[in-house]
């Protein structure tokens, strides 16, 4: 099993920043990546920035030159940090390990966080 615990949401005023952390704990042969999706209310869930194991990024349009996703192996976390944030920023944000082998043999699992909150006020 693969825990994620997130933390670094809050509420922030538009035009300034956060950085969110997610922590991955647990037993796993491989992990593809790490990511961050959001969820504002009546709206689906969004890839907002993943990260592969060899370090490739990829962000969602409305974030880029804006947001940035990074990872430390050592700690098993991934922080997304968020700068001159938009009301429209406002939303549930998720921790994603992206397909996880918790053996050699194992199908790959997705695994999620509870997600943080993170409020932009206009």
């Known amino acids: 099993q693969v825990q994620l615990v997130e933390s670094g949401g809050g509420l922030v005023q538009a035009g300034g920043s956060l950085r969110l952390s997610c922590t991955a704990s647990?037993?796993?042969?491989?992990?593809?990546?790490m990511g961050w999706y959001r969820q504002a209310p009546g709206n689906q869930r969004e890839l907002v920035a993943r990260?592969?194991?060899?370090?490739?990024?990829t962000y969602t349009d409305s974030v880029k030159g804006r947001f940035t996703i990074s990872r430390d192996n050592a700690k098993n976390t991934v922080y997304l940090q968020m700068n001159s944030l938009k009301p429209e920023d406002t939303a549930v944000y998720y921790c994603?390990?992206?397909?996880?082998?918790?053996?050699?043999?194992?199908?790959?699992?997705?695994?999620w966080g509870r997600g943080t909150q993170v409020t932009v006020s206009s």
């Open positions: 994603n390990a992206e397909k996880v082998k918790l053996s050699y043999r194992a199908f790959d699992v997705d695994y």
């Open positions: 647990g037993s796993w042969f491989s992990m593809n990546g």
């Open positions: 990260i592969t194991s060899g370090g490739i990024t």
